[in-house]
């Protein structure tokens, strides 16, 4: 599904940052994987050129045996639009937008009518319990509904693969939970492919596997048993 | 010690957004521009009439001048013979022309030949000098004597033949005499040339009549005491005065045009003063978490606020020192549009002129500049110390829409509006201009107040025609409005005012225009109009009545009719007078007499028993049918009752009509200014115009026009007369185009965020330039309809009081709609040049970083 061969990123001119370094990685249909590791790590890193971004220095990344960085801007985009959301920790919605608009505005991007991808979102804003909220702006909402708004405008059109990005760094523990409980459901709903970076060990506890990142390298990865689970 | 560091953040700030910085200079820089350019222009213009007239009068003291028409040679005698006076001198000026290929105009000064020299600075070429003397010379009746200019022109020396148009027909003169550069040999760009007077009132059918005296006072005694004795001795209706007081009845003549062009500088500036606006709420936008930041660390409101307007103020000083600097390059080209309105419509000649720099107006001009600046910062600098420093330093996420719609700034909006319309509509027009101009300012301010709401509103009604028409890259662009109508709304302020005079003075043209070709399809209606200028008259080039008698031989001519057209001097003012067979003329236009029985006063019109007023002089000097119209004439005084009032264009200051051999036996004038052709039935009026041509051709230069060209011809003097204020429009729009530019910049940088987000959710770098042209074209869409509500309140304005005060015309009310629908896609087009680097820029944005903007 996902592959990464190699990559490695680096930023400036003279003083050369390795923000992530030989990289290699490989993320099965449906797997959820979390990673984690101090600030400065590369995670962020690592979102920006699986979802297209960014580009790596060296290396390929690959999305369903389709090499990303051959891809040009707008072929990289519209891989976006069909193969990955994505979900941010500062929830990142259109301020001038209805939940109704933020959900549907990628369909209505990618040139479905309006009629039709309202429909759609209407449907998303039920399974994440936001019905009632449709005609509401994010002022107008709590920290988690944006987050559950959020999450149904990245999976509106289905997407194999869920990049998500602190999902609960904005949130308190109670509405964490349930944002982490609102993605196992969809996960098993959808089978969506998640990865998720988070410095929250109970978010990663909701994952199959944990790899954990230092100075731009992956220097962990284990699978989250069902004792790793309980220990907790 | 506060303030200087507060100082250096502002520096850092400028560096840091060069090209708002830049753009809000050049707002700045531009209106001051135009009204510096303006003022420079106006006085360059009258300079160049006075220098004129200095250097015309050399070294008299004192000159008498008559109108138009001139006076009896006999007066010169008597000034002669007045105690006091040192020497006079009579004087004819006559702008004639040559006989060569594609040359203009050339001033003839006619000058007694053995006195003149006192007065006169004459410095002749060596070649010149050969001659013993060459004024003496010119005393034959076929010398002139040229400038060295005029001569190199055309290669012209001592002896050489220079062929003139008179009205005797062509002749031909004797070049006797080149005189330097210097004194007469200076002005009119060279285009000058000396004859005798007594010759001259012949070849330019003159009768015995001058134009001028000019003299000296002898040594013990006054100017003040001499123009007193003369004044007493000479008959009343001449003007005596050094020849500086003649500038003021020249500066009165372009009064006009110099008010049109100070009020739409004005607007320049005023669409500066939005660009201020503009550019500081999004600076304060910009800097609001730095404000927080000053705020929190003890920077206390006052020092915010005095930030941002010192900011404001050194803008203001930089960008009117630009502006300053434009200006004087601006007024080269203002200057000779205006001269060229003055000679075209006021038959004043200048002599180009360098413009003239005066520091007053410099140091007007800046101050005014700066305090523009001020004015336009003053409302974001006070938003930006009322700050909540908390809501500052948290995220931007949240930001509240701006509350500009509340019910007190509408209501006061609407009162402002209808305040100026009601004091337009029933105030008095006894409180002048400039208060009834204020009247205007009202509602453009009550506008103003309304924007926000208006632009919010009209973006909410947009909305779902552009989520219809450009799906949701149409519905971000018009919320991105509603979100910040105060953003938007500086910006739609800008258009609008540009826009607004861009559609009044339309609106005003095209009902001038309209109002002025439905009055001369009633009253020009010869077949053929002769013209001795090509410009609407000639005050010094005359026909001889023996051309229509020429003409009326022609072949097909049924009747000519001739016409003298002249100012005369008139309360303080001048006004036109039309001098003309009245019997020809009532019998081709019926149902123009208003106030009185027609049949009745056209009898005694044509007997000369009194005379028809313009209906803006009635307005004008408050007169009416019964009362008696006076003027000073060279037989003395004229005196006769006004029968019957007449709707008429022809001059703003007003114009008199009445039988051409009553104006004849008073001013002993028989000088001809137009011929009206009639063709017999059945004659092509093409055929007799080229016979005319024929007859006319070699003989007098002379401009021969169909009825529909004569229309035309006028029509086009009309719209020369505006071109001054497009340009300045223009100007005005541009400075609002910089506006767009500026507002999308930050509206691109506000939302860095979003259109990084918009990126990252698949929105594609054509669907992101979408967005922004299309918020483009909703700006200028909001800036369209709010200029032409304003516009419309302005036409109101311009027909309703300025064209009766100014003009005393009636000019009926016209709706600009073909102007309105030509504008919006001139606007949109504006618009969509002027978001192109900022969508650039949008396109442009690091997705990655943008995302994690605050």
């Known amino acids: 599904m996902i592959e990464l061969q190699n990559v490695s990123r680096s930023f400036g001119d003279a003083k050369l940052v390795q923000a992530l370094n030989q990289v290699n990685l490989r993320l099965a249909q449906g797997e959820r994987v979390a990673v984690m590791g101090p600030s400065g790590s590369g995670k962020s890193t690592l979102l920006n050129l699986i979802c297209g971004l960014d580009e ?26 069909q193969k990955i959301g994505m979900i941010f920790q500062t929830f990142n919605l259109l301020p001038t937008l209805t939940a109704l608009e933020n959900v549907s505005l990628p369909l209505r991007l990618n040139g479905v009518a309006k009629k039709d991808a309202e429909q759609r979102a209407t449907a998303m804003l039920q399974k994440v319990g936001l ?102 | 010690m506060m303030l200087s560091s507060l100082a250096s953040i502002t520096w850092k700030q400028w560096r840091q ?43 008299a003291t004192l000159q008498i001048v008559g109108d138009e028409g001139g006076f009896p040679e006999a007066i010169w005698e008597t000034v002669k013979d007045t105690p006091g006076v040192h020497i006079a001198q009579p004087v004819i000026e006559v702008l004639a022309n040559t006989a060569f290929e594609d040359e203009g105009s050339l001033m003839i000064v006619g000058v007694d030949m053995l006195g003149d020299r006192e007065l ?65 040999g200076e002005i009119f760009d060279g285009q000058i040339a000396v004859m005798d007077v007594f010759n001259a009132q ?23 005491e001499l123009q007193q004795r003369l004044r007493t001795r000479l008959p009343a209706g001449l003007e005596i005065g050094p020849p500086s007081s003649r500038g003021k009845g020249i500066e009165n003549s372009v009064a006009a045009m110099k008010i049109g062009m100070t009020i739409t500088s004005f607007i320049a500036l005023l669409v500066g003063v939005f660009i201020i606006f503009n550019s500081f709420s999004i600076a304060v936008n910009q800097r609001w978490k730095e404000i927080g930041i000053l705020r929190a660390l003890g920077v206390e409101r006052p020092n915010v606020q005095c930030m941002f307007l010192v900011e404001a103020a050194l803008m203001g000083m930089l960008g009117s020192a630009v502006g300053i600097g434009l200006g004087f390059f601006l007024a080269i080209g203002a200057e000779r549009v205006m001269s060229q309105i003055a000679a075209q419509l006021f038959s004043y000649v200048t002599t180009q002129q360098p ?22 910062a003053w409302l974001p600098a006070r938003a930006a110390a009322r700050l909540n420093p908390v809501l500052a330093l948290h995220n931007i996420e949240t930001r509240q829409s701006e509350n500009v719609l509340g019910k007190p700034r509408i209501i006061a909006g609407i009162l402002l509006v209808l305040t100026g319309w009601a004091l337009i509509a029933f105030g008095p027009a006894s409180v002048g201009l400039s208060l009834q101009f204020s009247y205007s300012v009202l509602i453009i301010f009550g506008l103003v107040l309304l924007l926000p709401a208006l632009a919010a509103l009209t973006a909410r009604a947009l909305r779902p025609l552009m989520d219809r028409l450009f799906g949701s890259e149409g519905v971000i662009a018009v919320d991105s409005m509603i979100q910040s109508p105060r953003r938007t709304s500086a910006t739609v302020g800008a258009l609008m005012i540009g826009l607004s005079f861009v559609f009044s003075m339309g609106a005003y043209v095209r009902s001038y225009q309209k109002t002025v070709s439905d009055w001369m399809d009633r009253i020009v209606n010869a077949d053929i109009i002769i013209n001795t200028s090509e410009n609407a008259r000639s005050r010094t080039n005359h026909f001889s009545e023996d051309l229509g008698k020429t003409l009326a031989a022609i072949p ?64 004008r000097y408050h007169l009416g049918v019964g ?64 016979a005319v041509t024929r007859a006319v051709k070699g003989q007098h230069r002379a401009f021969i026009y169909t009825n529909a060209e004569y229309k035309k011809f006028i029509m086009d003097l009309i719209n020369g007369f505006f071109v001054l204020n497009y340009m300045q429009m223009t100007v005005a729009i541009i400075i609002a185009a910089l506006g767009i530019v500026n507002t999308l910049i930050i509206s691109v940088a506000e939302r860095k965020r979003e259109l990084g987000v918009l990126r990252a959710i698949g929105g594609l770098r054509s669907q992101v330039r979408k967005m922004i042209l299309l918020e483009a074209a909703a700006i200028a869409i909001v800036g369209v309809l709010s200029g032409t509500l304003a516009g419309v309140f302005n036409t109101y304005f311009l027909v309703r009081t300025a064209a009766h005060m100014i003009g005393g015309f009636t000019i009926p009310f016209r709706f600009p709609l073909t102007i309105v629908l030509v504008a919006l896609p001139v606007a949109l087009g504006i618009a969509l040049l002027a978001a192109w680097w900022p969508a650039r820029k949008a396109v442009n944005l690091k997705v990655v970083e943008a995302i994690g903007y605050e």
């Open chain 2, 627 to 690: 009362d008696r119209l006076r003027f000073q004439t060279p037989t003395g005084p004229f005196d006769f009752p006004i029968l019957g009032v007449i709707e008429d264009y022809t001059s703003e200051k007003g114009a008199v009509f009445f039988e051409r051999e009553l104006y004849k036996r008073y001013w002993n004038d028989p000088a001809v200014d137009i011929i009206d052709v009639m063709v017999t039935p059945g004659a092509e009026v093409a055929t007799v115009k080229q």
């Open chain 2, 17 to 59: 957004h060069r090209l708002r910085t830049a753009l809000t200079l050049l707002g700045i820089a531009l209106g001051v521009a135009v009204y510096f350019a303006v003022r420079t222009a106006n006085v360059t213009l009258l300079s160049s009439l006075t220098i004129t007239i200095e250097k015309m009068a050399g070294k």
């Open chain 2, 556 to 619: 097909g001519v049924r009747r000519v009719e001739n016409i003298r057209f002249l100012f005369l001097p008139y309360a303080d003012d001048s006004v036109a007078l039309i001098a003309l067979d009245m019997d020809g003329w009532f019998a081709r236009v019926k149902d123009v007499v208003e106030g009185a029985d027609e049949d009745e006063v056209k009898d005694k019109i044509i007997r000369g028993e009194g005379v028809l007023v313009a209906r803006n002089f009635v307005a």
């Open chain 1, 56 to 81: 790596p220095s060296t290396g390929a990344i690959k999305i369903d045996n389709v090499d990303i960085a051959s891809l040009d801007d707008d072929s990289r985009t519209r891989l976006r639009r």
């Open chain 2, 202 to 224: 012949f070849v330019f059918n003159r009768g015995r009549n001058i134009d001028r005296i000019d003299l000296m006072n002898e040594s013990g005694v006054s100017v003040d």
């Open chain 2, 355 to 376: 413009p003239v720099f005066r520091w007053d107006y410099a140091v007007t001009s800046f101050v005014i500049g700066v305090i523009s600046s001020v004015i336009g």
């Open chain 1, 131 to 232: 019905a009632g909220r449709a005609a509401h702006r994010p002022d107008q909402m709590s920290g988690g509904e944006r987050q559950r708004i959020a999450i149904a405008r990245a999976l509106i059109f289905a997407p194999p693969v869920l990049l998500a990005d602190e999902p609960t760094g904005n949130l308190d523990s109670k509405t964490g939970e349930e944002i982490l409980a609102l993605l196992d459901e969809l996960h098993r709903e959808f089978n969506t492919t998640i990865l998720m970076v988070t410095h929250n060990e109970e978010a990663a506890l909701h994952c199959d596997r944990v790899i954990r990142l230092r100075d731009g390298q992956i220097i962990s990865s284990s699978a989250v048993t069902a004792r790793t689970a309980e220990g907790q």
């Open chain 2, 120 to 184: 006169r600075e004459y410095q002749f070429d060596e070649a010149g000098e050969e001659i013993a003397d060459p004024l003496v010379a010119l005393a034959q009746p076929d010398s002139i004597m040229i400038s060295r200019k005029f001569a190199e022109k055309h290669q012209l020396k001592d002896g050489d033949k220079l062929p003139l148009f008179t009205a005797q027909g062509k002749k031909e003169f004797v070049v006797r005499g080149i005189f330097k550069p210097a004194g007469l």
